[in-house]
């Protein structure tokens, strides 16, 4: 799915912190460069047919024809995204390492973890540039400037194990995600091309999440996300819509996922609506 960003006109890019625990991403590319820090927490990135298990420390390059998604992230999970429009990285990805910058979709692995002083530096450095967001010439010379930081500190790290996904997991995954989280484990199967058997085995060995686990995830990463739009939906209502069955079912799961009971999440948050 090509995602339009709309990034203000005075700008070369955009960067903010990503914590938005709640949200559920549907798989994407645009034309930005992004590049993402990750300060907090561990996560997992399917791009295209492989994963990358991201913790603290890791930098990855997402570039515009890759299509990606952050199928899963831990409660903790923070991580600092940075996006450059293609213009602003022609003009300023002239130096011969940087060129590669430049492309769209570069053969390679792009994920590497960074040692601690390097990673202490860039985190810094993008704290400063996001405080001069106000400012447009001063964010964007500092978001030029960070953006070849992070380039050159990738060159010099450590590569992070990224693995092949099958393509049926990915498909499963995909399905999950971005279209039905209704499915029985029996048709989600059949959809993905493989036995019952077979993609639960696969889901849970290449992901680290069992399969009805990561729906789960899913669904209340949904609710969540339909609870929050202001849309004024009951409880209820909004657990449907994220694919749970009955109020029943979406208590037990709610509860095993987040820790607390539904009731308990929304004293904790105040500016959830009332059911």
Not at 63 to 88: C, N, R, T, Y
């Amino acid at each position: 799915m090509r995602q339009q960003l709309k990034l203000p006109a005075g700008l070369d890019g955009q960067l903010w912190h990503y914590r938005q625990h709640g949200r559920a991403n549907a798989m994407h590319h645009h034309a930005e460069l992004e590049f993402n820090l990750v300060t907090q927490g561990n996560g997992l990135y399917l791009l295209a047919n492989r994963k990358y298990q991201i913790r603290r420390g890791d930098l990855l390059w997402l570039f515009p024809a890759q299509e990606h998604v952050l199928i899963e992230q831990s409660a903790d999970f923070e991580m600092w995204i940075g996006v450059m429009k293609p213009k602003a990285v022609r003009r300023i990805a002239t130096d011969a390492s940087a060129k590669i910058l430049r492309q769209t979709n570069p053969a390679g692995e792009y994920c590497r973890r960074l040692a601690q002083p390097a990673f202490a530096r860039l985190e810094i450095l993008l704290t400063e540039i996001a405080a001069t967001h106000g400012r447009a010439g001063l964010f964007n010379a500092g978001l030029s400037y960070a953006l070849l930081a992070a380039w050159q500190q990738f060159e010099h790290a450590a590569d992070v194990p990224v693995h092949d996904v099958h393509p049926a997991v990915e498909k499963a995954a995909r399905h999950i995600r971005d279209k039905d989280n209704t499915l029985g484990l029996e048709a989600l199967a059949h959809h993905a091309g493989l036995s019952a058997a077979r993609l639960s085995r696969l889901f849970k060995q290449q992901t680290g999440i069992a399969l009805v686990d990561f729906r789960n995830r899913q669904r209340v990463e949904k609710f969540l996300a339909f609870y929050r739009t202001g849309q004024r939906m009951t409880m209820l209502e909004a657990a449907l819509s994220a694919g749970f069955g009955s109020y029943p079912q979406f208590h037990r799961v709610f509860k095993k996922v987040t820790g607390n009971s539904p009731r308990t999440h929304r004293m904790k948050n105040t500016k959830v609506p009332s059911p």
